[in-house]
């Protein structure tokens, strides 16, 4: 993308770049300023003069004028590497924080449309451990926000948490707040400063935006800054997050214990025959489980079946399916104590239980995250590998990352009333076919709101949780389901959403329009009517 860059670095001192004029336009379509107090102001891309949030201080400022065009997200996949067409005109605004005496630089990116502005401002989560996710706001910003990320001044990759260790070995606990909590309000703080002085009056309504790490951060605004924003969509989120980090390890330990490693193939041949025993009990065999909590397929049904895998057959075996029901149960400890959620019935396993052989030798491949998570934060070791943990090391993992992190990144407190109470509404979509963050979790975290604030009805008010049958780890992001329309219409025209409306994948690799219900409900087909219509399902309670 052609770039004419005014940009310009200051410390304390305001910005003069010359910006384009135009009347900004609000939800109803009329323009805002008919609705604010005073004469009318021009959009500027200039003279952003920043307070710095408390406890920290403006490192400097930097404004860019951005024509029209194809936007390249930095950096490699998932999180970059790819083009974002059709960005408009806008005007990029890059403020650097520092909390002083911890020599940290956290940057805010705040892009904001030249035209065409719909009066909102939306912040932007991250993903594993990047804070914030650059093509997401570029994303927003073509669908008229006013949109913002931060960095924390962490690694940007998602995938490299070195950034966790200072050079002594020790956490590193500047950036760890920054990643866990801090930067993502100072953002905020940030964001709605320079829509003000770029558009001459604040956003009308201010909305976060986020799956995974940023459906965890969603949660930690409610929790600590319950003022920051009107409306939350957090998806997927990465709450209770030692507990789930460190359960999602306990795949490697139990192939590891266990001394046996499935394929890939025999894996999905155990998915496959949980589908076709579950799916009928929502009413009719669609490729979906309405809801895995139901389904009791035991996977030693399958011990002495044939599997074709790579051309070759192979034997199911009692120790084979033995693996898959101590995954799909969870971890537990020494007394056989349930610590945590298992793998959903129907995920994908490769994620979290993959292998590789060398030599005729299989050993097993944590997933990155988690085994990052435990080796740089629960055991300071860079080279600590988690590939052969016992059950006993296991537990031991598993209560020192919850005794020294809990407080500072768990995002588990149950008590919503501040952000109830300042009119804020939460919604929450997760997919039961979730292969990195157990659904379970989710669902966990809401009976405890419900139990701390008055019941479900009385939540229902401000937050809802939304299972989608099917979906895998944040698979409605990016237009898979009515998430931040349904939320606009909650906020602002007090509209609570009943269902979602979403695209679902089958397990036959068709896609299905159904809608998704709100907990505890679950879809089940009324007996007649189109299956391939929602009109044919109704949401119910009963089981």
């Known amino acids: 993308m052609n770039r004419r860059l005014l940009t310009l670095v200051v410390a304390g001192v305001p910005l003069a770049v010359a910006g384009a004029v135009y009347a900004p336009v609000g939800a109803s379509g009329q323009p805002l300023q008919e609705a604010a107090a ?36 930095p950096g490699t996949p998932p999180l970059g590497g790819y083009p974002v067409p059709d960005v408009p005109a806008h005007c990029e605004v890059t403020v650097t924080l520092t909390h002083p005496g911890a020599n940290d630089h956290a940057k805010v990116q705040v892009w904001l449309p030249q035209t065409g502005w719909n009066g909102r401002f939306q912040g932007i989560g991250g993903a594993a451990y990047s804070a914030g996710t650059i093509g997401d706001v570029a994303g927003a910003v073509k669908q008229g926000y006013a949109a913002a ?45 320079v829509v003000a002085d770029a558009y001459g009056h604040a956003a009308n309504y201010s909305y976060f935006n986020g799956c995974s790490t940023g459906g965890r951060q969603g949660y930690m605004e409610a929790q600590r800054y319950p003022t920051d924003y009107d409306g939350i969509n957090a998806a997927a989120p990465a709450v209770n997050w030692n507990q789930f980090e460190v359960a999602t390890l306990w795949p490697q330990v139990v192939m590891n214990e266990e001394h046996t490693y499935p394929s890939a193939c025999e894996f999905n041949a155990f998915n496959a ?35 074709a895998c790579d051309g070759k057959e192979i034997t199911v075996t009692a120790a084979d ?18 610590l945590w959620y298992g793998l959903p019935i129907g995920a994908d396993f490769n994620p979290l239980a993959a292998s590789t052989t060398t030599d005729g030798v299989t050993t097993g491949s944590p997933f990155i995250v988690p085994a990052e998570w435990v080796a740089y934060f629960v055991e300071k070791d860079p080279a600590f590998s988690s590939a052969n943990l016992t059950y006993t090391q296991f537990d031991q993992i598993f209560a020192k990352a919850r005794a ?39 669902v ?22 939304f299972r989608a049958p099917g979906v895998a780890h944040c698979g409605l992001k990016g237009g898979g389901a009515d998430d931040m ?59």
């Not at 920043?50 to 390249?72: D, K, L, R, W």
């Not at 966990?444 to 949780?465: E, I, L």
């Not at 979403?502 to 329009?513: D, I, R, S």
């Open 404 to 442: 020294e992190y809990d407080s500072v990144i768990g995002t588990s407190d149950p008590d919503l009333t501040a952000f109830r109470n300042a009119g804020g509404k939460l919604i929450t979509w997760h997919g039961d076919a979730d292969q990195l963050i157990p659904t379970q979790g989710t």
């Open 321 to 338: 399916a033995d693996v898959v029901r101590k995954i799909w149960d969870g971890p537990r400890d020494a007394d056989g104590k349930g």
């Open 444 to 465: 966990d975290y809401r009976q405890r709101v419900d139990a701390v604030m008055g019941g479900t009805k009385k939540v229902d008010d401000f937050y809802r949780v």
């Open 273 to 307: 025959a949980a589908v076709k025993a579950c799916d009928k009990l929502d009413g009719i065999a669609d490729g979906l489980i309405s809801d895995p909590s139901r389904c009791d397929f035991d996977p030693r049904r399958l011990i002495g079946t044939k599997v």
């Open 149 to 193: 990320t931060t960095d924390a001044g962490v690694d940007t990759s998602g995938l490299n948490p070195s950034w966790a260790l200072d050079s002594g070995g020790r956490i590193n606990t500047a950036l760890l707040q920054n990643f866990a909590s801090r930067s993502v309000h100072e953002m905020t703080l940030v964001g709605k400063q």
């Open 485 to 543: 329309t349904a939320l606009i219409a909650w906020v602002e025209q007090g509209k609570a959403p009943a269902v979602l409306h979403a695209t679902l994948p089958t397990a036959t690799g068709q896609t299905v329009a159904r809608d998704v219900c709100r907990y505890p409900m679950v879809s089940r087909y009324t007996g007649h009517g189109d299956p391939s219509s929602p009109a044919g399902f109704r949401c119910v309670t009963d089981r």
């Open 38 to 73: 005073g004469a009318p102001s021009a959009f500027t891309c200039s003279a952003f003069d920043i307070p710095a949030p408390a406890g920290t201080a403006v490192e400097s400022v930097a404004a860019v004028e951005v024509p029209a065009g194809t936007f390249q997200v």
